[in-house]
């Protein structure tokens, strides 16, 4: 069997989910069948980190603004020098440039990875994707929503392979409840909601302030708690003051500890008003906390409602709040919904399914190409 020589490209090795999928994925993937390279199209970022540490290559094309032709042609030159047999671009920008690059470099086989609903998108970006596709040999997508969306902006829905984003196996938390409750700056008595992600309007964080608000009003002992950074962290942290208090609302800022916390949370809560595959909820099932999701296709395919947790209508402040209360006054109930979550996860969301559902789809696309 031919080893493929594969190069994996994406905008940057930010925090973001998809770059944590693709890292993982050039780590897990076997050596006897691939040697990965990554590109890096705009910038570099901390997970690059592990990649260097597990022997993979990293090469920074340094995209300068949005239509850098400059780019263009530095990563078509790359491609050239590399010679891989496939390219597998990640997100709009990798996935324009990307493909264009490859198909000038005359690589035979080009994918693309298509990892959220993206409504922020206008009809130009729709004309590229859909010029593009007919030079694509596959593009993979975490999330059936993903490929509905996308559908029906016309790419072709034969195209999309579902692949569910995967997670390591849950492991002994490093932190005592009593120390994670010294990071959250609270009493072990009260209860707490764990967010998680960047803070941009597609997370509608205003949402889950007015919820926890509601909550701690009604309750008196329950705390929302905020973990990332953003955009609107100042306009959140005004927001959360004329509305509420630290006691009820506080923002933690960025952590590299989160799958520490989780099993230490009693909820956790997502209300974006989009997304693909959340990697924050996967992990907050993985550790057995019950989840409270805003009802959208990308977290319809990981909570089922009253079955792996609980989903509200998107910006519904109050049916947010009444979900949650019922899960704190009903503990047993919150724990099995918390117990059949996490068995989802441990079955179909692991980071061998994710690596073998790639390698499987490299290998065939190879062999399809070669007969």
């Not at 340094?62 to 850098?68: L, S, T, V």
């Not at 990798?94 to 264009?100: D, I, L």
């Not at 309007?201 to 608000?213: P, S, T, V």
């Not at 099995?336 to 994710?354: K, V, Y």
Request: aromatic content about 8%; hydrophobic content about 40%.
């Amino acid at each position: 069997m031919k080893r493929l020589r594969l190069a994996l490209v994406i905008p940057t090795m930010d925090r973001g989910g998809a770059e944590k999928q693709l890292a993982l994925l050039a780590r897990h993937l076997p050596t006897d069948q691939f040697e990965t390279h990554v590109i890096l199209l705009t910038r570099d970022g901390p997970r690059s980190d592990d990649l260097r540490q597990a022997g993979i290559r990293v090469t920074l094309i340094g995209k300068r603004f949005k239509a850098d032709p400059t780019a263009l042609l530095r990563l078509r030159k790359e491609l050239k020098r590399l010679q891989p047999d496939l390219v597998h671009t990640w997100l709009f920008a990798a996935n324009s440039f990307g493909r264009v690059a490859a198909k000038l470099a005359g690589v035979p086989l080009i994918l693309a990875s298509e990892r959220c609903v993206d409504p922020w998108k206008r009809g130009w970006h729709f004309v590229i994707d859909r010029y593009l596709a007919k030079s694509t040999h596959a593009i993979t997508t975490n999330s059936a929503g993903v490929r509905d969306f996308y559908a029906a902006h016309r790419v072709p829905a034969e195209l999309f392979r579902l692949i569910p984003n995967g997670v390591a196996p849950r492991s002994p938390g490093k932190l005592s409840r009593q120390q994670a409750f010294e990071v959250f700056g609270f009493d072990s008595t009260r209860n707490v909601i764990l967010a998680v992600g960047r803070l941009w309007a597609q997370k509608r964080y205003r949402d889950l302030i007015w919820a926890g608000e509601l909550l701690a009003a009604a309750r008196g002992d329950t705390s929302l708690l905020i973990i990332g950074d953003g955009p609107q962290k100042d306009e959140l942290l005004r927001f959360r003051d004329s509305v509420t208090t630290p006691q009820h609302v506080a923002f933690l800022g960025p952590r590299e500890d989160v799958v520490d916390l989780l099993p230490h949370a009693d909820q956790f809560w997502i209300g974006s008003d989009y997304e693909g595959q959340s990697n924050a909820v996967i992990e907050a099932m993985r550790a057995g906390v019950p989840v409270v999701a805003s009802d959208i296709p990308g977290n319809r395919d990981l909570v089922e409602h009253d079955v792996t947790g609980r989903l509200f209508p998107v910006g519904d402040r109050a049916e947010l709040a009444r979900e949650a209360m019922e899960l704190l006054e009903n503990p047993e109930h919150a724990r099995t919904l918390a117990d059949s979550a996490r068995g989802r996860i441990e079955t179909d969301f692991s980071i061998e399914q994710m690596v073998e559902k790639h390698t499987r789809l490299y290998q065939e696309l190879w062999r399809e190409h070669v007969c």
